[in-house]
């Protein structure tokens, strides 16, 4: 099922405090699945969803940080809550869950603001020389491996290996877009894409074993453009430290006219 056939699945959003809303879904399929949980790129970009319905139109999201508490299961129903912690002239600052069977499974803090007028200017953000796809360099499904959510994003890999492989690299650089065309690209399927990449110490791994994010941080530092179609995003990952079970990543995403739209931080969990 397409991203935004699951996006219409999603009820209307209700009024049910001061500052408080709620909306539902019937549940996600086991094609949107990561091992025994819905994919985390999609879990947290419904709840990007269920915020864009309550933050006001001046408003841009500017960081996104994530915790995946909880497996979410399939085909069971959830909820979205969304609570605006504070709104001034300037930022607004909300939380969002998402709850299934009465348990928080994925919880978000977002910050949305305004642009402003500043005499301060810095930019010292990294570059890429990666040349445009023409097509996606497939990555295998190979049953109990690859997760099933793949089918619906294409990777292009330029450096790095593919899960399992028993490399040495701990990065990955390339391209990623969904797979289907949507009819208007919005921070929902941003959020989802960036996550699609594997973590990138599993490509070290001889065996598959199972991985799992803790925390993530999503900064965006250019308002993306309204957009139709497929674009390809540029993404280059790297880890910054792994031990004890646990791994560090920081990513660059850009558009494919080479803006910066956003830096993505990681804390993962590899129960090897």
Same mark, same amino acid.
């Given at each position: 099922?397409?991203?935004?056939?699951?996006? %219409?699945?999603?009820?209307?959003?209700?009024?049910?405090?001061?500052?408080?809303?709620?909306?539902?879904?019937?549940?996600?399929?086991?094609?949107?699945?990561?091992?025994?949980?819905?994919?985390?790129?999609?879990?947290?970009?419904?709840?990007?969803?269920?915020? %864009?319905?309550?933050?006001? !139109?001046?408003?841009?999201?500017?960081?996104?940080?994530? !915790?995946f508490v909880g497996p979410v299961n399939f085909n069971t129903p959830f909820t979205l809550e969304v609570e605006k912690l504070r709104s001034g002239r300037n930022m607004s600052q909300y939380l969002a869950k998402l709850i299934q069977n009465e348990s928080v499974c994925v919880c978000v803090q977002a910050c949305f603001g305004v642009s402003r007028d500043s005499k301060i200017v810095v930019n010292k953000l990294p570059s890429h020389t990666m040349q445009l796809p023409k097509k996606a360099k497939f990555i295998p499904q190979i049953p109990k491996v690859t997760p099933k959510f793949f089918r619906h994003y294409e990777l292009a890999i330029e450096q790095g290996q593919i899960p399992f492989s028993w490399s040495k690299h701990s990065h990955y650089h390339g391209w990623m877009r969904l797979k289907q065309p949507v009819s208007q690209f919005t921070y929902t399927h941003l959020i989802s894409l960036i996550d699609a990449w594997?973590?990138?110490?599993?490509?070290?791994?001889?065996?598959?074993?199972?991985? %799992?994010?803790?925390?993530?941080?999503?900064?965006?530092?250019?308002?993306?453009?309204?957009? %139709?179609? !497929?674009?390809?995003?540029?993404?280059?990952?790297?880890?910054?430290?792994? !031990?004890?079970?646990?791994?560090?990543?920081?990513?660059?995403?850009?558009?494919?006219?080479?803006?910066?739209?956003?830096?993505?931080?990681?804390?993962?969990?590899?129960?090897?």
């Open positions: 099922m397409h991203i935004d056939e699951l996006l %219409s699945q999603t009820s209307t959003l209700e009024n049910i405090a001061t500052d408080r809303w709620q909306c539902c879904h019937p549940g996600l399929p086991d094609n949107w699945g990561q091992g025994r949980t819905a994919f985390g790129g999609i879990t947290a970009g419904f709840l990007h969803h269920a915020l %864009s319905l309550v933050v006001d !139109n001046d408003r841009s999201l500017r960081a996104y940080h994530t !915790n594997p973590p990138a110490v599993i490509q070290q791994l001889k065996l598959p074993a199972p991985v %799992s994010t803790v925390s993530w941080d999503i900064e965006i530092i250019e308002p993306m453009d309204t957009t %139709s179609g !497929n674009p390809w995003f540029a993404y280059q990952v790297d880890t910054k430290l792994a !031990n004890g079970g646990y791994a560090h990543t920081e990513a660059t995403i850009w558009d494919d006219k080479d803006r910066v739209v956003a830096l993505s931080r990681q804390t993962i969990a590899v129960f090897d």
